[in-house]
Protein backbone atom coordinates (compact mmCIF):
# COMPACT_ATOMS: atom_id res chain seq x y z
CA UNK A 1 0.00 0.00 0.00
CA UNK A 2 0.93 3.65 -0.96
CA UNK A 3 1.88 6.30 2.05
CA UNK A 4 2.02 9.62 1.49
CA UNK A 5 3.10 11.92 4.66
CA UNK A 6 2.71 15.46 5.03
CA UNK A 7 4.97 16.29 7.89
CA UNK A 8 3.82 20.29 8.10
CA UNK A 9 0.26 20.46 9.38
CA UNK A 10 0.42 24.47 9.35
CA UNK A 11 2.65 26.71 7.67
CA UNK A 12 1.50 30.81 7.37
CA UNK A 13 3.13 33.00 5.15
CA UNK A 14 3.01 36.81 4.07
CA UNK A 15 1.15 37.83 1.38
CA UNK A 16 3.58 38.38 -2.01
CA UNK A 17 5.99 35.84 -0.13
CA UNK A 18 6.91 32.26 -1.12
CA UNK A 19 6.13 29.07 0.98
CA UNK A 20 7.20 25.97 0.32
CA UNK A 21 4.96 22.20 1.51
CA UNK A 22 6.63 18.98 1.64
CA UNK A 23 5.19 15.81 1.15
CA UNK A 24 7.32 12.30 0.82
CA UNK A 25 5.39 9.13 -0.19
CA UNK A 26 5.95 5.19 0.19
CA UNK A 27 5.73 3.02 -3.07
CA UNK A 28 7.51 0.02 -4.76
CA UNK A 29 6.21 0.95 -7.66
CA UNK A 30 7.72 2.64 -10.60
CA UNK A 31 5.06 4.69 -12.70
CA UNK A 32 2.54 6.51 -10.76
CA UNK A 33 1.12 9.63 -10.81
CA UNK A 34 1.43 12.84 -7.43
CA UNK A 35 -0.84 15.35 -7.53
CA UNK A 36 -1.57 18.52 -4.69
CA UNK A 37 -5.24 19.46 -4.41
CA UNK A 38 -6.75 22.67 -1.97
CA UNK A 39 -9.39 22.49 -0.12
CA UNK A 40 -10.82 25.98 0.70
CA UNK A 41 -13.43 27.07 3.18
CA UNK A 42 -16.30 25.68 0.59
CA UNK A 43 -14.65 22.04 0.70
CA UNK A 44 -14.21 22.01 -2.46
CA UNK A 45 -11.14 19.68 -3.83
CA UNK A 46 -9.79 22.22 -6.59
CA UNK A 47 -6.23 20.46 -8.99
CA UNK A 48 -3.39 22.72 -8.24
CA UNK A 49 -0.99 20.88 -9.85
CA UNK A 50 0.18 17.18 -11.07
CA UNK A 51 3.49 15.35 -12.08
CA UNK A 52 4.16 12.31 -14.29
CA UNK A 53 6.94 9.84 -12.53
CA UNK A 54 8.12 9.51 -15.52
CA UNK A 55 8.62 12.35 -16.31
CA UNK A 56 11.93 14.13 -15.13
CA UNK A 57 10.96 18.05 -15.62
CA UNK A 58 9.10 19.20 -12.85
CA UNK A 59 5.72 20.55 -13.40
CA UNK A 60 4.38 24.38 -13.04
CA UNK A 61 1.18 25.67 -13.10
CA UNK A 62 1.57 29.98 -12.59
CA UNK A 63 2.73 30.98 -9.18
CA UNK A 64 2.88 26.81 -8.48
CA UNK A 65 5.57 24.54 -9.00
CA UNK A 66 7.03 21.51 -7.76
CA UNK A 67 10.23 19.98 -6.94
CA UNK A 68 9.66 16.21 -7.60
CA UNK A 69 12.72 14.09 -6.25
CA UNK A 70 11.79 10.54 -7.48
CA UNK A 71 14.41 8.66 -5.65
CA UNK A 72 13.94 10.37 -2.56
CA UNK A 73 10.18 9.98 -2.95
CA UNK A 74 9.30 13.51 -2.39
CA UNK A 75 7.44 15.99 -3.53
CA UNK A 76 7.04 19.48 -2.71
CA UNK A 77 5.03 22.64 -4.07
CA UNK A 78 6.01 25.93 -4.01
CA UNK A 79 3.61 28.67 -3.88
CA UNK A 80 5.21 32.22 -5.27
CA UNK A 81 4.10 35.79 -4.33
CA UNK A 82 1.38 34.10 -2.03
CA UNK A 83 -2.49 35.72 -2.54
CA UNK A 84 -4.89 36.10 0.32
CA UNK A 85 -7.08 33.30 -2.04
CA UNK A 86 -4.04 30.66 -1.48
CA UNK A 87 -5.16 30.31 2.03
CA UNK A 88 -6.88 26.92 2.42
CA UNK A 89 -5.93 23.32 3.29
CA UNK A 90 -3.17 21.50 0.99
CA UNK A 91 -2.97 17.73 0.21
CA UNK A 92 -0.73 15.82 -1.71
CA UNK A 93 -2.26 12.72 -3.73
CA UNK A 94 -0.20 9.32 -5.09
CA UNK A 95 -1.94 7.70 -7.38
CA UNK A 96 -1.08 4.19 -9.20
CA UNK A 97 -0.32 4.20 -13.34
CA UNK A 98 -1.35 1.31 -15.65
CA UNK A 99 -4.83 -0.23 -15.11
CA UNK A 100 -5.18 0.13 -12.07
CA UNK A 101 -8.29 1.77 -11.50
CA UNK A 102 -8.71 5.39 -10.14
CA UNK A 103 -7.60 5.74 -6.59
CA UNK A 104 -5.79 8.61 -4.34
CA UNK A 105 -4.43 8.26 -1.71
CA UNK A 106 -4.50 11.44 0.40
CA UNK A 107 -1.63 12.62 2.76
CA UNK A 108 -2.99 14.28 6.02
CA UNK A 109 -3.19 17.87 4.85
CA UNK A 110 -1.13 21.18 5.42
CA UNK A 111 -2.97 24.34 5.98
CA UNK A 112 -2.17 27.65 4.71
CA UNK A 113 -2.75 30.87 6.17
CA UNK A 114 -1.87 33.95 4.10
CA UNK A 115 -1.03 36.64 5.86
CA UNK A 116 -2.23 40.50 5.04
CA UNK B 1 -19.87 21.87 -18.81
CA UNK B 2 -21.56 21.10 -15.39
CA UNK B 3 -18.64 19.90 -12.75
CA UNK B 4 -19.21 17.00 -10.43
CA UNK B 5 -23.24 17.30 -8.94
CA UNK B 6 -23.43 15.83 -5.65
CA UNK B 7 -26.83 15.54 -3.43
CA UNK B 8 -28.16 16.46 -0.62
CA UNK B 9 -25.41 18.95 0.21
CA UNK B 10 -26.36 18.02 4.23
CA UNK B 11 -28.06 15.19 5.66
CA UNK B 12 -28.84 14.48 9.43
CA UNK B 13 -29.77 11.26 10.17
CA UNK B 14 -30.02 9.19 13.04
CA UNK B 15 -28.19 6.49 14.68
CA UNK B 16 -29.20 2.48 13.01
CA UNK B 17 -30.33 4.14 9.88
CA UNK B 18 -29.58 4.08 6.59
CA UNK B 19 -28.22 6.49 4.09
CA UNK B 20 -27.85 6.85 -0.26
CA UNK B 21 -25.84 9.83 -1.55
CA UNK B 22 -25.86 10.62 -4.87
CA UNK B 23 -23.13 11.65 -7.43
CA UNK B 24 -23.42 12.78 -11.16
CA UNK B 25 -20.23 12.77 -12.94
CA UNK B 26 -19.06 15.35 -15.36
CA UNK B 27 -20.63 14.28 -18.64
CA UNK B 28 -18.29 11.71 -20.47
CA UNK B 29 -16.41 10.72 -17.83
CA UNK B 30 -16.66 7.30 -16.56
CA UNK B 31 -14.78 6.39 -13.41
CA UNK B 32 -16.38 7.76 -10.03
CA UNK B 33 -14.11 7.32 -7.11
CA UNK B 34 -15.63 7.84 -3.04
CA UNK B 35 -14.17 9.16 -0.39
CA UNK B 36 -14.73 9.84 3.21
CA UNK B 37 -13.39 12.85 5.07
CA UNK B 38 -13.31 12.98 8.83
CA UNK B 39 -10.95 15.64 11.06
CA UNK B 40 -9.30 12.20 12.70
CA UNK B 41 -8.81 10.21 9.65
CA UNK B 42 -8.73 12.36 6.77
CA UNK B 43 -9.36 11.43 3.55
CA UNK B 44 -10.08 7.89 2.80
CA UNK B 45 -11.05 6.26 -0.22
CA UNK B 46 -13.93 4.04 -0.19
CA UNK B 47 -14.62 3.06 -3.80
CA UNK B 48 -14.35 3.46 -7.24
CA UNK B 49 -16.99 2.45 -10.23
CA UNK B 50 -15.82 2.14 -13.94
CA UNK B 51 -18.34 1.61 -16.54
CA UNK B 52 -20.74 -0.03 -13.59
CA UNK B 53 -18.14 -2.02 -12.13
CA UNK B 54 -16.50 -1.97 -9.33
CA UNK B 55 -12.76 -1.81 -9.92
CA UNK B 56 -11.26 -0.67 -6.25
CA UNK B 57 -12.65 -1.12 -3.02
CA UNK B 58 -10.84 0.91 0.55
CA UNK B 59 -10.89 -0.82 3.45
CA UNK B 60 -14.55 -0.18 5.22
CA UNK B 61 -16.78 -2.16 6.22
CA UNK B 62 -19.70 -4.20 4.54
CA UNK B 63 -22.11 -1.31 5.50
CA UNK B 64 -20.42 0.94 3.30
CA UNK B 65 -21.99 -0.32 -0.48
CA UNK B 66 -22.00 1.55 -4.24
CA UNK B 67 -23.32 1.28 -7.80
CA UNK B 68 -22.84 2.99 -11.07
CA UNK B 69 -25.13 3.35 -13.40
CA UNK B 70 -25.12 3.28 -17.02
CA UNK B 71 -25.15 7.27 -17.38
CA UNK B 72 -22.24 6.93 -14.99
CA UNK B 73 -24.25 8.38 -12.04
CA UNK B 74 -23.16 6.71 -8.92
CA UNK B 75 -24.62 6.29 -5.70
CA UNK B 76 -23.59 5.51 -2.33
CA UNK B 77 -25.26 3.63 0.34
CA UNK B 78 -24.29 3.47 4.40
CA UNK B 79 -26.64 0.93 6.45
CA UNK B 80 -26.62 0.62 10.13
CA UNK B 81 -25.83 4.43 10.69
CA UNK B 82 -22.84 4.72 13.68
CA UNK B 83 -21.92 8.08 15.22
CA UNK B 84 -18.80 7.57 12.81
CA UNK B 85 -19.95 7.71 10.01
CA UNK B 86 -20.51 11.61 10.24
CA UNK B 87 -18.16 12.63 8.01
CA UNK B 88 -18.02 14.79 4.58
CA UNK B 89 -18.11 12.75 1.66
CA UNK B 90 -16.38 13.18 -1.61
CA UNK B 91 -17.01 11.98 -5.10
CA UNK B 92 -14.31 12.50 -7.78
CA UNK B 93 -15.39 11.76 -11.52
CA UNK B 94 -11.97 10.93 -13.65
CA UNK B 95 -12.67 10.96 -17.65
CA UNK B 96 -9.69 8.12 -17.21
CA UNK B 97 -8.18 9.06 -21.38
CA UNK B 98 -7.38 11.50 -22.95
CA UNK B 99 -4.91 14.69 -22.00
CA UNK B 100 -6.97 14.77 -19.05
CA UNK B 101 -7.44 11.49 -18.55
CA UNK B 102 -4.95 10.75 -15.21
CA UNK B 103 -7.09 13.80 -13.36
CA UNK B 104 -10.06 13.62 -11.06
CA UNK B 105 -12.62 16.37 -10.25
CA UNK B 106 -14.38 16.70 -7.59
CA UNK B 107 -17.89 17.36 -6.29
CA UNK B 108 -18.70 19.27 -3.45
CA UNK B 109 -19.75 16.93 -1.02
CA UNK B 110 -22.45 15.63 1.33
CA UNK B 111 -21.98 16.57 4.63
CA UNK B 112 -23.27 13.61 6.74
CA UNK B 113 -24.47 13.98 10.31
CA UNK B 114 -25.26 11.02 12.42
CA UNK B 115 -26.98 11.45 15.62
Known amino acids: AQTVTQSQPEMSVQEAETVTLSCTYD???????LFWYKQPPSRQMILVIRQEAYKQQNATENRFSVNFQKAAKSFSLKISDSQLGDAAMYFCAYRSAGGKGYKLSFGAGTTVTVRA | KAGVTQTPRYLIKTRGQQVTLSCSPISGHRSVSWYQQTPGQGLQFLFE???????NKGNFPGRFSGRQFSNSRSEMNVSTLELGDSALYLC??????????????FGQGTRLTVV
Open chain 2, 49 to 55: YFSETQR
Open chain 2, 92 to 105: ASSPWSGPRGTEAF
Open chain 1, 27 to 33: TSESDYY
